[in-house]
């Protein structure tokens, strides 16, 4: 029987070459990724500014109208 080694036993994985349209796809998900992560940073930017200016205003205090009495 043969001698097993790492060099007989696993076979290297031939990786088929990159066609244009894997290529594409890598390049546009990449893409969408990198928006996505500018959005998120925005959204969190947005939403820290509006929960400080909130913080800083006053609330407010409405007074309510006397209702009316009826006559009978």
Excluded at 15 to 40: F, I, L, N, S, W
């Amino acid at each position: 029987m043969a001698k097993l080694t790492k060099k007989n036993v696993f076979k290297a994985f031939d990786a088929k070459p990159e066609t244009p349209m894997d290529k594409t796809t890598r390049v546009v998900r990449k893409m969408v990724d990198e928006d996505a992560e500018e959005r998120q940073a925005k959204i969190t930017r947005l939403r820290n500014a509006r929960l400080e200016r909130e913080a800083n205003t006053p609330p407010k205090t409405t007074v309510k109208a006397m209702r009316k009495t009826r006559r009978s």
